[in-house]
């Protein structure tokens, strides 16, 4: 299915991205990475570009088709998070979230889009639970991911004259260090019976952009084992 497609992930370096890059490099697909650092995937290329900077995402979408030609699949991906008081947070600190996690997903989607031509045509977008379900102090992140969660349907129904379709992952707990690291409550508070593993994420976004999956677009799939259907009462 994507042997020889062009594939970009954003963020690709490390944790959700670095899973994500190296499930489609198994199923021998060109893979791109664009992150400020180089990872040590193999099987993956490295671009660095910030991708909340929309002349440096012109510039490397262009080169990238100049150097490949169609593109056929983008995974926004790259995010941080930093949870800090409301009366704590700067301008600065709300641009760096917004422009990183938000402006991203619509800088990288209409330089991508531009070069989609091909028999895939797929983008999909890292949301969060948060984006329906809050902690306190967690403002500049949720509002990405809130944006996120609407810039999908949009893009969705923007692009679909260009038959591209736009899909989001809201991926709840996913702990990219080591089992080790987490409580049995860790994993019992979850229906799953399990905290979230990067692959969970990465085999959703094989099948997102799988073109026999046609059907599905402007959809927003949550992965969180349960935990934003569950009622939690204190007892």
Known sequence: MFANKTIIVTGAAKGIGKSIADHFAGENARVIGLDLEEGSNVGVE????????????????????????????????????????????????????LNTNLKSVFICSREASRYMTGDIRSIVNMASTRAFMSEPHTETYSASKGGIYALTHSLAASLSEKN??????????????????????????????????????????????????????????TID???TRKMIYEH
């Not at 593993?197 to 073109?211: E, G, N, Y």
Request: charged share 25%; hydrophobic share 35%; aromatic share 10%.
């Open 225 to 227: 084992g349960g935990m």
């Open 164 to 221: 591209i379709r736009v899909n989001a992952i809201a991926p709840g707990w996913i702990h990219t260090g080591t089992t080790k690291e987490l409580r049995d409550v860790d994993h019992a508070q979850h229906w799953s019976g399990r905290v979230g593993k990067p692959d969970d994420i990465a085999r959703a976004c094989l099948f997102l952009s799988d073109s026999r999956n046609s059907f599905i677009t402007g959809e927003c799939l």
């Open 46 to 97: 490295y671009r660095q570009c910030d991708v909340g900077d929309f002349q440096q995402v012109t510039d490397v979408f262009a080169q990238i088709h100049k150097d490949y030609g169609e593109i056929h699949v983008l995974i926004n991906n790259a995010g941080i998070s930093e949870f800090k008081s409301m009366w704590e947070i700067e301008e600065s600190d709300w641009d760096r979230v």
